[in-house]
């Protein structure tokens, strides 16, 4: 099993749409996750970190469900603008600085 | 402005030659980061520095090497040893968490390496 799993996509989507992106992670002891964005031929841009309890910024909710070593991204009235690629990220070994990502999945927002 | 910044933003070698790409931050983080992203694929580590003249290798290491003499710099040199070299490399940088903390990691630009 990979170490952090996602949705393989792409998700084509209109303007105004909500959209759930799930990921899986296979090491129990994992400590910290996030979500990225990164747009076409550009480098990954945070989006949020993922809170045990849950948490939301705007139009974005993400969601962590430890036993089922689950993470959830929700898009609520997406736009044009959220086209991009969302990376989950989780760091998986205790005390260390390395993250692990996952390959992506795509989203086009379309008019 | 505080930030990464990698150079250049395309590069074209020789099979067989060796390249250093140059990766700079003003952030005052401890830790640096070296990925390499190929087409439809996640990110992997090539080599991360937690300190100065202190690195660690990691899932990708085979052909590249490192330096880490000041904590601003942290280059990447792709040897003629990496079989695949023609790729997209970007930098990154973070401040070690406390227990529990998160540490997120920032990007530079990246470099396009193209191999002929």
């Known amino acids: 099993r990979k170490e952090v799993e996602q949705d393989p996509g792409p998700f084509n989507v209109p303007e105004g749409a909500t959209v759930a992106f799930n990921c899986t992670y296979s090491?129990?002891?994992?400590?910290?996750f996030f979500w990225y964005r990164q747009d076409c031929r550009k480098e990954p841009k945070l989006l949020m970190s993922?809170?045990?309890s849950g948490n939301e910024d705007g139009r974005f909710t993400a969601q962590l469900n430890r036993a089922s070593q689950y993470i959830s991204l929700l898009i609520r009235d997406s736009k044009l603008s959220d086209s991009a690629t969302y990376l989950c990220?989780?760091?998986?070994?205790?005390?260390?600085?390395?993250?692990?990502f996952g390959k992506g999945t795509k989203l086009t927002v379309n008019p | 402005d505080g930030g990464i910044t990698q150079s250049p933003k395309y590069l074209f070698r020789k099979e067989g030659q060796n390249v250093t790409l140059s990766c700079e931050q003003n952030?005052?983080?401890?830790?640096m980061y070296w990925y390499r992203q190929d087409p439809g694929q996640g990110l992997r580590l090539i080599y991360y520095?937690?300190?100065?003249?202190?690195?660690q290798k990691g899932d990708i290491a085979e052909g590249y090497s490192v330096s880490r003499e000041k904590k601003e710099s942290f280059p990447l040199t792709v040897t003629s040893a990496q079989k695949n070299p023609t790729a997209f490399y970007l930098c990154?940088?973070?401040?070690?968490?406390?227990?529990?903390?998160?540490?997120?990691?920032?990007f530079g630009p990246g470099t396009r390496l193209t191999v002929l």
């Open positions: 090491n129990s002891a994992s400590q910290s």
């Open positions: 990220v989780v760091k998986v070994e205790s005390g260390s600085e390395k993250l692990v």
């Open positions: 990154a940088s973070s401040t070690p968490g406390d227990r529990g903390s998160y540490n997120e990691q920032f």
């Open positions: 520095s937690q300190i100065v003249n202190d690195f």
């Open positions: 952030l005052n983080h401890d830790a």
């Open positions: 993922v809170y045990s």
